[in-house]
């Protein structure tokens, strides 16, 4: 079917983005009940017939064509993972999906521009409760809304600045025209201070939006100019904060933010199929990301005519990456090692500690929010209680990854759909996972 043909309402921006991880991946471990598999090593079963939850979700899913594909990645660690993949590239497609394809990891960006944050915080180039006006002035002297999506003229001036702390955990005030309704919604899409892309194709007028403006110097210096959404420390609220911290990371390191992701992760972690576009050498590695309408998947990024064959904007910190099923589960190994990878140190221990720890103020409210019963880190869920260790995030087109810092667990998952919400995989994978640990735990696979 054309896309004429479809009601391009049910493809709006704010509908493909909205829901699952891309609002918060509330469900990325919250309920899951590790606490019941103790404190448990490894033992020596680490292949596919391991997890058989995890593969039947998998081919729950793609036999019947629900998605394309999809990728699980499962990994004890510094050994190397076990793949669980099937399907094509895209619907049709004889070549089939691996841990080398490339997929849109839209918000799994978040936890390495958190990490990159984190570990300037550690070298003493910024600092975790640093005003943020210190490196970006036009931020000293804020107005906030009175009312949370109300009018953008009843304002008053904030009462505390706004931390590098806030910027990593969501709860600066910052806005997400994704997120925002109303007046500050249409503030942020004139402003041009939007977030990621996900199309060039004619069903790109639907999306509601207007045109993000060009270099992260001027995102900063355009959403300074506009009101907040919420006094920073008060309320957690999905944010543009980690695109904004992209532009924080150029300032205090002197590089400009990609530059600092690649030589401080991209280039010692191996992760060469990790970036903000894609090489025209590598489109045949390039998943289709689909629209789910109706029960039909509808291509809305395909390889050839994808949007990430274009230099972005500005490099999005918070949804911009491309990545690859290895490729991730390289920045998750190197976390679940408190900073080592193959023998080689990326960030301290204490740094991974930090950043995987929970971060949010003690003044913030997450009452009715997808971070509520949960705290939060770098750019991540983290789990408190039962849940401690478990830090994570996942993508508006269906990608999840977790960590399990107690017991050195790496999680991932990988397929290209959106809207998130349109299947229950932000909740069905980490569930899947469990479920094969308590089997193998019964089994005797692991030992306490």
Known sequence: MAFREFDQSALSRRSLLRGGAFLGAGAVMAGVPMAGLGRMALAQDTGAAAWPAVSSLVDSYVDPRKLANMVAVMGWQQRDPTIIAKGGLSIGNPR?????SIFRIYSMTKPITGMAVISLIDEG????????????????????????????????PAQRPITIRNLLTHTAGLGYSIIQKGPIARAYEAAGVVPGQVTKLPLGAAFGRGEPVRGLDVFADRLAELPLIAQPGTRWSYSVGLDLLGRVIEVASGMKFDAFL??????PLDMDSTGFRVDSSDVERLT?????????????DPPRQSVYLDDPAFPFGGAGLV??????????????GYGMFEGKRIM?????RIGTSNLLPDTVNTAGTMAAGAGFGAGGRVGLGAQEGIYG????AGTVALVDMKRGLRASAYTQYMPSDAYPIHAAFPAAVVKDLVMQAQRGDLAA
């Open 323 to 336: 990545s690859t099923p290895r490729d991730y589960d390289r920045f998750l190994q190197m976390l679940v």
């Open 125 to 156: 180039r910024l600092g975790l409760d640093q005003p943020l006006a210190e490196l970006l002035p036009a931020f000293a002297n804020m107005q906030v809304q009175k009312t949370y999506d109300g009018s953008i003229t009843d304002l008053e």
């Open 262 to 267: 690649q030589e401080r992760f991209f280039e």
């Open 96 to 100: 089939q999906a691996g841990a080398d």
């Open 288 to 300: 289709t990301n689909y629209g789910v309408i109706a029960g039909n998947l509808i291509p809305i």
């Open 393 to 396: 995030w996942g993508g508006a």
């Open 348 to 352: 301290s221990e204490r740094a991974v």
